[in-house]
């Protein structure tokens, strides 16, 4: 299917645990971004990518880490959880850096 | 610094028409753009402004002022499945998305 698709959709996960948030877009958009979403705040970047193995941070990087080595993929790992990290986790992807970002449906995590 | 400000949640009657706020600071400026998002969903695209002026698409207006750092979006005839949070965010010099927190627009009957 065509779109912007992210597994799983849900995850309970344990503090120090790694996990990793997976991304897959079929339209062959250069930009990918990964976004979180928390109550009371706007959706905060997290780190975006320009190009296969092109990444840049966001606004909140620490605790994270990303790869693009296609450019249809841009999972985003967790080294290890913890419970500030508990949040709604979205995929983006866009075709050039300012033209309308495509959202996937988004992950919940919880770190327990 | 940099901020995005809307209101927090609005309150409309089916039918009506309604105007969501937006002010931002950033630095430099590329773009405003609108989203709009149902509970549980992700964010969709609505608008997007670069220039000053109204832009129309259907039932949803948005409008931008980049002297006042202003915009809103326009919602009329307002149907019960307009009830989401409507995202607003400016793009600064470097091509990053600055987001407002949403307003949560709820429509009565």
């Given amino acids: 299917d065509a779109g912007i698709t992210q597994s799983p959709r849900y995850k309970i996960t ?19 971004f990964w976004y ?3 109550l009371g705040h706007g959706l905060r970047l997290i780190y975006y990518s320009a190009a296969a193995d092109i ?33 709604v986790y979205f995929c983006a992807s866009a075709r050039t850096e300012n033209t309308e970002a495509f959202f996937g449906q988004g992950t ?3 770190v327990v | 610094g940099q901020n995005i400000d809307q209101p927090t949640e609005m309150t409309a009657t089916e039918g009506a ?51 006042k750092g202003y915009s809103y979006l326009l919602l009329k005839e307002l149907q019960m499945k307009d009830s989401a949070s409507y995202l607003c965010a400016a793009m600064d010099s470097n091509y990053q998305l600055i987001w407002g927190a949403g307003t949560k627009l709820i429509i009565k009957p």
Avoid at chain 1, 63 to 75: A, D, H, L
Avoid at chain 2, 27 to 42: I, K, P, V
Avoid at chain 2, 53 to 58: A, D, F, P, Q, V
């Fill in chain 1, 14 to 32: 344990e503090t120090g645990r790694q996990v990793t948030l997976m991304c897959h877009q079929t339209w062959s958009h250069s930009y990918m």
């Fill in chain 1, 36 to 38: 979180r979403q928390d």
């Fill in chain 1, 55 to 87: 990444t840049d941070k966001g606004e909140v990087p620490d605790g994270y880490v990303v790869s693009r080595s296609k450019t249809e993929n841009f999972p985003l790992t967790l080294e290890s959880a913890t419970r500030s990290q508990t949040s």
């Fill in chain 1, 108 to 110: 919940r995590l919880t």
């Fill in chain 2, 17 to 67: 028409i309604v105007q969501i706020n937006c002010t931002y600071q950033t630095s430099g400026f590329n773009g405003l753009f609108w989203y709009q998002q149902h509970a549980g969903e992700a964010p969709t695209f609505l608008s997007y402004n670069v220039l000053d002026g109204l832009e129309e698409k259907g039932r949803f207006s948005s409008f931008l002022s980049r002297s």
